[in-house]
């Protein structure tokens, strides 16, 4: 982007641009759908629009709508590719390599001559809008002095009027985002070199939660940024949806760490027939230099120093590195001792940490006796579970296969508490029921 070439040192006449201000939120309708991008490599107008075509918008419907458009000379090229083994769609403006500063009062012209559906001719000037307002604050001119290069070209046009029309062809009604990942370093722009991420980018992610990666990659355009700034209603983690597609939009070369995408997730608004769960949090860290049995004493040690749960996933790590993840779930209050006890348990550098709600079901212990041995027993909806130590006990002592004990013991419980089993099992059928019809609260008595 660009303002017109320097002039006289005149007192600035446009205010700096506000911190980015969701549209105004209104109480979500039931059946709204929702885009959620996941900005883990960053976004650029690109890869948004091919993250939405990724995810099912019809290309040729975008094509449609944006040859109303008075911009000839482009073609808009689908492309499946990989990044870091993720497949992806790109999505490539071909032709049109216009190098017209087209001011901010061109743009609106084109966008409000296209006989465009509202929303997308709503959504395409909100970009534009913010875009106008950054550049007018950074080159201190007025904004019908403004004038745009890099987003004024045929490519970033039709990247951001077909982002915006692949959002209606999917019937997206509101837009989200993650935290947005930006680069380091320089990048080559219209104006030379300029610091990475933009100082473009910079202005427009104002108010949006943003972190920095260790790469020269530019991993966030202004385009890219203006969308987010424009259209999004809420940042952080995917909010809670029925997931009905998701999508990959692919950037242009590979990343050493990470697939260079933007994802997108679409789905309806879920009503929240679970309810608000337990706050959790989930603990991880990766390892690839401990034995076996190091990863059995941590989980162990986790458990007896009162973590919710603790289990040990095998991934493949840096280099092609066998390893494991150690995950700890645990209640907020114990983080820094589970966190010590991670560190000394483990010898890692690192831990990191995961928000979390858990639905523990209600639960009671009872006792059984088989061949003159105490079964421990545990009680829940619809089921009764025997202690897996004690049947090993007695499987061992008698010679009776384990699932024979098992089943004994889950019989032998039934046939002493009868009304309870009964009870037990009516009020588990009835919860699944009342989950399914969104009930909360207790069943009926």
């Known amino acids: 982007m660009s303002g017109p070439p320097p002039g006289p040192t005149q007192p600035s006449t446009a205010p700096p641009p506000p911190a980015a201000t969701p549209p105004a939120a209104t109480t979500r309708p039931s059946n709204a759908t929702i885009a959620w991008f996941h900005c883990f490599a960053g976004i650029a107008g690109d890869m948004a629009l091919g993250s939405l075509i990724d995810a099912g918008a019809d290309v040729q419907e975008i094509r449609l709508l944006l040859q109303r458009l008075s911009l000839p000379g482009w073609e808009l090229a689908v492309e499946q590719s990989l990044r870091g083994g993720v497949a992806c769609t790109r999505a490539l403006v071909e032709g049109g390599g216009d190098t017209v500063a087209r001011s901010h009062a061109d743009i609106v012209a084109l966008i409000t001559g296209a006989a465009l559906p509202p929303r997308i001719a709503e959504r395409a000037l909100a970009v534009f809008r913010r875009l106008a307002d950054v550049e007018s604050a950074l080159h201190r001119r007025p904004v019908d002095q403004v004038h745009f290069h890099e987003v004024g070209g045929h490519d970033a046009i039709i990247d951001i009027v077909g982002t915006v029309a692949a959002l209606e062809v999917l019937g997206v009604d509101e837009v989200t985002a993650s935290p947005v990942a930006t680069g380091t370093g320089t990048v080559r722009a219209a104006h030379g070199i300029l610091p990475n991420p933009s100082p473009a980018a910079v202005r427009l992610l104002t108010g949006i939660p943003t972190y920095g990666r260790a790469t020269g990659i530019e991993l966030t355009t202004p385009t890219g940024a203006a969308l987010l700034a424009a259209l999004c209603t809420s940042f952080g983690p995917m909010p809670a949806m029925v997931v009905v597609a998701s999508g990959f939009g692919g950037g242009a070369g590979e990343l050493d760490e990470l697939p260079n995408c933007t994802q997108v997730v679409i789905g309806q608004h879920h009503v929240g027939s679970i309810g608000p769960g337990q706050p959790a949090l989930v603990l991880e860290t990766n390892l690839d230099d401990v034995t076996g049995e190091q990863l059995a004493y941590a ?43 991670i560190h000394t348990t483990t010898g890692t550098f690192g831990v990191r940490a995961t928000a979390a709600e858990r639905w523990p079901a209600a639960r009671s212990l009872d006792s059984v006796t088989l061949d003159g041995m105490v079964v421990r027993m545990k009680i829940g909806y619809g089921r009764a579970k025997p202690e897996f130590e004690d049947i090993a006990l007695i499987a061992t002592a008698t010679g009776i296969p384990v699932h024979e004990v098992a089943s004994r013991a889950e019989e032998a419980w039934r046939a002493g508490n009868a009304s309870r089993a009964e009870e037990a099992w009516q009020l588990s059928g009835r919860t699944i029921a009342g989950e399914a019809r969104g009930d909360k609260g207790a069943p009926p008595a």
């Open 299 to 341: 989980v162990t040690a986790a458990l007896e120093a009162g973590a919710f749960d603790a289990w040990v996933s095998p991934v493949t790590m840096k280099k092609g590195r066998p390893g494991h993840v150690l995950h700890v779930l645990t209640d907020a209050v114990h983080l820094d001792a589970m966190r010590h006890l």
